[in-house]
């Protein structure tokens, strides 16, 4: 949900701050599942032998370590890549903020996003990303991680 937030000053310029919530991260999960089919598995991330797990933003620089690049503007045709990233990406996460925070776990994600002062978080939206991303992380399809997101929310008194 994009919310205009007026800076105090003469000039009354407005900014808009995208809010995100539990229900808004649920609805989006959902979404990522249908669009991408429950049996859908991500692929983990390997270069050069090394296991790397995910990353929220890949590219087409034929199996190239995205780490190796310097910036966000050297990727070519730039999506995103694991569950985090493509439900922050289509809640309005711009996917230069989320490369800049390539490499955190999803605990970690939301304080970054939130200092560029385009992005507002529910405390609780962390705590759904991360359930996800754990279940991705070993295998399981999104389905999976959804539903088990889902149950994990409803064991500690969240209505999902």
């Known amino acids: 949900m994009r919310v205009p937030l007026n800076h105090s000053g003469s000039t009354k310029e407005e900014r808009i701050v995208i809010k995100i919530t539990l229900g808004d991260v649920m609805d989006s999960m959902k979404k990522a599942v249908n669009s991408k089919g429950e049996n859908f598995v991500y692929e983990r991330q390997n270069y050069d032998g090394t296991f790397l797990g995910c990353y929220y933003i890949h590219s087409d620089h034929s199996g190239a370590d995205p780490r190796d690049f310097p910036g966000f503007d ?17 809640l309005g996460v711009d996917m230069k903020d989320l490369y800049e925070c390539e490499g955190m776990i999803p605990r970690n994600l939301v304080g970054p996003l939130e200092a560029t002062g385009k992005y507002s978080f529910d405390l609780d939206v962390s705590l759904a990303l991360g359930a ?4 991705q992380d070993i295998g399981l399809s999104w389905g999976v991680a959804y539903a088990s997101t889902v149950e994990r929310l409803k064991s500690l008194g969240y209505q999902a």
């Open 132 to 135: 996800a991303q754990k279940q």
């Open 74 to 90: 050297e990727l070519v045709n730039p999506t995103p890549g694991c569950i985090v990233a493509w439900v922050l990406c289509d």
